[in-house]
């Protein structure tokens, strides 16, 4: 695990690195149905499992491999594991919260094998594997009922319990990477930091992956034109509140395309002292909730990242496809990567 932290840490310095599409956009290319999320251990669950796409990493594995080699195939350096909703608090809708952690190391042993593979066809070019945590589906900062303001559905403890079986089966599955995204509230990304952080001493793992530890990569969600996440905070206080861990990057992702994400990235390429990451949506949803940017139009937009220094770590989130990787991958081998030693250092108060 050392080398690969080490030989990922270096290819940062060297390129901009690809990191892969939408899972989701991917498994709604197949047409399935209530059978395919069915384990034979699930033939008689009681509640419908159609949608519950983590769960495809168990009972169909040969979609969620094959996903991740389309990736790998389009030029991705990271692809992530099939694990976003992988929490007992995400599953609990589906009552399947005791399958938290296989979730977790199937999926991450899915994405390893793939890896593995490619790595195997062209040492030259590694592959490595990003555990995926999403933000959950409830907020640790906001309520729910707008007549009960002071009530949560979720602690910031319960958050943590939760996220700390997700990085164990991960990390059990092999992952080279762990990837906190989609936060719409910081709150949740530092119970998220928390249990990393606990797992990690837990296992006498270093923290920082200059130490040969495993990295950390943050990516945030701006929710609309007002700039901030759900949560409320800005670029910038969303920056400051996760900077107290040594982590490989920062960055943002999903809610808008690549040309609203600008004057928020830009925030972060000015002030992080961290690598940079961005994976944007193709373009905004239409009215169906669709995504219609198609390859050659996003990256288009992601050229002005490049060109301004912004970016270490480029891919897409929803509605993006192989085909937009493939674009991005073409294109970021014309540009240098951003140099962190030009950043401004954010100093916090004691």
């Known amino acids: 695990m050392q080398n690969r932290t080490e030989t990922l840490l270096r290819l940062l310095q060297d390129r901009i690195l690809i990191l892969d599409g939408a899972m989701g956009t991917m498994i709604q290319r197949y047409t399935l149905t209530e059978e395919d999320f069915r384990t034979p251990e699930l033939?008689?669950?009681?509640?419908?499992?159609?949608?519950?796409?983590?769960?495809?990493?168990?009972?169909?594995?040969?979609?969620?491999?094959?996903?991740?080699?389309?990736?790998?195939?389009?030029?991705?350096?990271?692809?992530?594991?099939?694990?976003?909703?992988?929490?007992?608090?995400?599953?609990?809708?589906?009552?399947?919260?005791?399958?938290?952690?296989?979730?977790?190391?199937?999926?991450?042993?899915?994405?390893?094998?793939?890896?593995?593979?490619?790595?195997a066809k062209n040492p030259e070019k590694p592959r490595f594997v990003a555990g995926a945590m999403g933000p959950t589906n409830r907020t640790a900062s906001i309520s729910p009922d707008v007549n009960d303001p002071g009530y949560r559905a979720v602690t910031f403890d319960e958050l943590a319990t939760a996220y700390a079986e997700q990085v164990r089966g991960l990390l059990d599955g092999g992952v080279d990477i762990i990837l906190v995204e989609t936060i719409f509230d910081t709150l949740n990304a530092k119970a998220a930091l928390y249990a990393i952080q606990d797992v990690f001493e837990e296992r006498g793992l270093p923290l920082d992956p200059k130490d040969g530890g495993i990295p950390i990569m943050i990516s945030g969600t701006i929710t609309d034109a007002s700039?901030?996440?759900?949560?409320?905070?800005?670029?910038?206080?969303?920056?400051?509140?996760?900077?107290?861990?040594?982590?490989?990057?920062?960055?943002?992702?999903?809610?808008?395309?690549?040309?609203?994400?600008?004057?928020?990235?830009?925030?972060?390429?000015?002030?992080?002292?961290?690598?940079?990451?961005?994976?944007?949506?193709?373009?905004?949803?239409?009215?169906?909730?669709?995504?219609?940017?198609?390859?050659?139009?996003?990256?288009?937009?992601?050229?002005?990242?490049?060109?301004?220094?912004?970016?270490?770590?480029?891919?897409?989130?929803?509605?993006?496809?192989?085909?937009?990787?493939?674009?991005?991958?073409?294109?970021?081998?014309?540009?240098?990567?951003?140099?962190?030693?030009?950043?401004?250092?954010?100093?916090?108060?004691?």
Do not use: W
């Open 227 to 350: 700039g901030r996440t759900l949560s409320g905070q800005t670029t910038e206080a969303f920056l400051i509140s996760v900077s107290h861990v040594p982590l490989l990057s920062v960055g943002l992702n999903c809610a808008l395309g690549a040309k609203e994400l600008r004057p928020y990235l830009k925030v972060l390429a000015t002030k992080a002292p961290f690598f940079v990451s961005a994976y944007p949506n193709a373009g905004l949803p239409n009215e169906f909730g669709a995504y219609d940017q198609g390859a050659n139009e996003m990256a288009d937009q992601v050229r002005d990242f490049m060109k301004e220094g912004m970016l270490n770590i480029v891919g897409g989130c929803c509605g993006t496809t192989p085909d937009h990787i493939k674009a991005l991958a073409r294109m970021a081998a014309e540009y240098q990567p951003r140099a962190t030693k030009n950043t401004e250092v954010i100093e916090t108060e004691d």
């Open 43 to 119: 033939k008689d669950h009681p509640k419908a499992l159609k949608g519950n796409n983590d769960l495809l990493s168990l009972s169909r594995p040969d979609i969620i491999r094959a996903i991740h080699a389309e990736y790998f195939e389009a030029g991705a350096d990271i692809v992530e594991t099939n694990t976003f909703s992988g929490t007992t608090i995400a599953q609990a809708d589906y009552a399947l919260e005791r399958l938290a952690y296989d979730i977790n190391l199937v999926s991450a042993q899915l994405a390893r094998e793939v890896a593995d593979e490619f790595t």
